[in-house]
C-alpha cells in the first residue's frame, strides 16, 4: 500500500515509517524539515509541507491508500489549534482527494475515570486542542479510527492490548513501537473503522 505519514519526524512517526517500510509499503514522509529524516530506503518518498495547509495536502496526499497522523504537541502547557488545525485541513484534503482511510493519535486521558480527570486538568490546553481533532476526524465521512494510548515509552516490544470505546484495563503505558504496529495493523487488517480506540501495554 501507499501510505502518507503526517509528523514523520517525530518519535511515534518515525517508528510508523520504519515498520511500514519493513511490512513492504511504500511511504510518503510529510515533513516540516526534510533534512531531519535521515535514513534513505527505495520505497520512501520525504516532501516537504504544512500540515496545517489543506492545498498543498490536497495535491500531496493525491494517489495514496492511507493516512497516518502522529501529530502531537510541540509544547504541551501552551494553548494551541495545532492538532485541529491540522486535522481541518487533512480531512479537507482527503475529500478532495478521494482518500479515505485515516488514523490519528489522541490521548487515553480522553475515557472516563478520575486520574484523566487529573491529566486533563494539568494538560487541560493540549486536551482541548486533542479533542477538538478528534471531533474534526469524526466529522467528515471518512472510515477513521482515533488511537487512544496512554503515557508513550521508549521500550523495544511492539505487541499491544486493544479496546475499541474503552482503555484496556491496567493500561498505564505503551512504547511508540507497539502504537506503531496498532495504527499499521489497523489498516493492513481492515479493522476499526469509525471507531475510538483505547491500546496499551
Same mark, same amino acid.
Given at each position: 500500500?501507499?501510505?502518507?505519514?503526517? *509528523?514523520?519526524?517525530?518519535?511515534?512517526?518515525?517508528? #510508523?515509517?520504519?515498520?511500514?517500510? =519493513?511490512?513492504?509499503?511504500?511511504?510518503?514522509?510529510?515533513?516540516?524539515?526534510?533534512?531531519?529524516?535521515?535514513?534513505?530506503?527505495?520505497?520512501? /518518498?520525504?516532501?516537504?509541507?504544512?500540515?496545517?495547509?489543506?492545498?498543498?495536502?490536497?495535491? =500531496?496526499?493525491?494517489?495514496?491508500?492511507?493516512?497516518? /497522523?502522529?501529530? !502531537?504537541?510541540?509544547?504541551?502547557?501552551?494553548?494551541? +489549534?495545532?492538532?485541529?488545525?491540522?486535522?481541518?485541513?487533512?480531512?479537507?484534503?482527503? !475529500?478532495? /482527494? !478521494?482518500?479515505?482511510?485515516?488514523?490519528?493519535?489522541?490521548?487515553?486521558?480522553?475515557?472516563?475515570? $478520575?486520574?484523566?480527570? $487529573?491529566?486533563?486538568? #494539568?494538560?487541560?490546553?493540549?486536551?482541548?486542542?486533542?479533542?477538538?481533532?478528534?471531533?474534526?476526524?469524526?466529522?467528515?465521512?471518512?472510515?477513521?479510527? #482515533?488511537?487512544?494510548?496512554? *503515557?508513550?515509552?521508549?521500550?523495544? &516490544?511492539?505487541? &499491544?492490548? /486493544?479496546?475499541?470505546? =474503552?482503555?484496556?484495563?491496567?493500561?498505564?503505558?505503551? +512504547?511508540?513501537?507497539?502504537?506503531?504496529?496498532?495504527?499499521?495493523?489497523? $489498516?493492513?487488517?481492515?479493522?476499526?473503522?469509525?471507531?475510538?480506540?483505547?491500546? =496499551?501495554?
Amino acid at each position: 500500500m501507499k501510505l502518507f505519514v503526517i *509528523r514523520a519526524t517525530g518519535g511515534t512517526g518515525r517508528e #510508523i515509517v520504519q515498520q511500514a517500510l =519493513a511490512r513492504g509499503h511504500h511511504v510518503t514522509a510529510f515533513v516540516r524539515s526534510p533534512e531531519t529524516v535521515t535514513f534513505r530506503h527505495e520505497r520512501l /518518498s520525504v516532501l516537504k509541507g504544512n500540515v496545517t495547509d489543506e492545498n498543498q495536502l490536497a495535491e =500531496a496526499v493525491q494517489n495514496h491508500d492511507a493516512v497516518l /497522523s502522529a501529530l !502531537g504537541p510541540r509544547e504541551v502547557f501552551k494553548p494551541s +489549534s495545532l492538532l485541529h488545525d491540522s486535522a481541518l485541513a487533512t480531512t479537507r484534503a482527503m !475529500g478532495r /482527494s !478521494g482518500v479515505k482511510r485515516l488514523l490519528v493519535l489522541s490521548a487515553a486521558a480522553h475515557f472516563p475515570g $478520575i486520574p484523566n480527570r $487529573i491529566v486533563n486538568f #494539568i494538560l487541560r490546553n493540549h486536551m482541548r486542542d486533542s479533542l477538538a481533532m478528534e471531533k474534526v476526524v469524526q466529522d467528515n465521512g471518512l472510515d477513521w479510527t #482515533i488511537a487512544r494510548p496512554p *503515557r508513550l515509552t521508549q521500550e523495544q &516490544y511492539a505487541t &499491544y492490548r /486493544s479496546r475499541e470505546g =474503552a482503555a484496556p484495563r491496567r493500561g498505564f503505558s505503551l +512504547s511508540r513501537k507497539a502504537v506503531a504496529a496498532f495504527m499499521l495493523d489497523a $489498516i493492513e487488517q481492515k479493522k476499526h473503522f469509525q471507531k475510538i480506540v483505547g491500546i =496499551a501495554k
